[in-house]
């Protein structure tokens, strides 16, 4: 009698053993091509993704087998690299909850891109062209809305409605604008948050140009040209700044939640220039007054300062027979040239009045002013004057007078400065001004004990800023 019982199908069919025998060969090859450190380090990659031993096991346990793998992959070497990870990340370490910050049901956030405007933005979160308007017709403080910056966020609160109830801006650091929905229309609010003041210190030593090595050691623009001011009495930033001189500062650092949002006032500042110091301490007498004093607590104020431009190139100096570069022929230059772009801000020299804000022969746009009965100063070349420069007004030393140009008999964008003492010329570059007032004596004490210890951290910081450099 036939038996038709089919046979059972080998536990291991032919073509299985053919693929895993081909897959061990593989494998002892991986072994020796790869050394022992690095399948230890796999090793240890493995175990710092597992949370314990137990789940390690269940893992491999429910693994896909090896032959099937090697077909998903195309390459047994690939079974090493995915050896590392559960295949299911989840189960290897529990899920993080991500918490977000629970938000009303009309809020709505816009980015401003370029070329968006109000208008635009209203239109985003549907709010219709009248609201705009509304809005900025409510007060001219509301017009700061209009004001737009590249990715500036605006956040709109609307009500049940879908109307406008509630729109602010961060416009800075420090400063949010808000406006809210009111009885009679909006209401204009900004708030100033008061940042945490700290000192902090800076140090570094000029290799090509000042600012290029104010900027490596963390000095703000704003803050190079504070520093030039505060010492630009007695040093020239346009002609005496020379590689390997070098300057410490002090100043106020204002910060917000831990970050840096802006600077404050200089409170001293020390600047090596070829070789000679000049020290500067910030000081507040007791009737109010700041002013910037050396060391010893004589005034850093003089009646003039050095040079009405920041950072100029002196293009031609005082001279008494030079040939003319437009009329070409040899004529007295009773003044100093100081080239550089158009606009840049020319300043006064010194407090004074002004007897002269217009057109003046081959000087083009001039103004003169006069400081006292003894001394005058004349800015020629100007491109145009600033706002509320006119002939008879008053100004005060360092205050912008008017901008870089070319009007006149002028051959390029530079501003020609002349000083005059009781009606003749002087070269200003070698000039002696006058000087301010010192520390009164019943204020010495005081500024001593508010410069001295301003001094010393100037001291210490650059000891140990050099100390390190030299490990």
Known sequence: MTNDTPKAPPLYPKSHLLAASGIAALLSLALLVFPSSEVEAKKTTLNLELETPAEQLKD??????????TTEQGSPFAQIENAQAPADKTAAAPAVEEKTEAKAPGHREVTVARGDTLSTLFAKVGLPSNVVHDVLASGKQAKQFSQLKHGQVLQFEL??????????????????????????????QREISKPLVRTAYAHGVIKSSLSASAQRAGLSHSMTMDMARVLGY?????????PGDEFDVVYEQKVMDGKVVGTGNILSARFTNRGKTYTAVRYTNKQGNTNYYTADGNSLRKAFIRTPVDFARISSRFSNGRKHPILNKIRA??????????????KAAGDGRIELAG?????????VIAHGNRYKTLYGHMQGFAKGIKTGSSVKQGQIIGYIGTTGLSTGPHLHYEFQVNGVHVDPLSQKVPMADPIAKAERQRFNQQSQPLIARMDQEKATLLAANKR
Do not use: C, M, W
């Open 60 to 69: 491999e346990a429910n693994a896909a087998p090896l032959v099937q793998s």
């Open 159 to 188: 009500d049940k409605d879908g109307q406008l109830s509630n729109l602010h801006s961060k416009v800075s650091n420090l400063e949010t604008i808000r406006l809210s929905k009111t009885d009679k229309g909006y209401s204009f």
């Open 234 to 242: 007695d040093i020239d930033f346009a002609q005496d700044i020379r």
């Open 333 to 346: 230059h009773k003044g100093v040239d100081y080239a550089a772009p158009r606009g840049t801000p020319i």
């Open 359 to 367: 057109r003046r022969g081959g000087y083009g746009n001039t103004v």
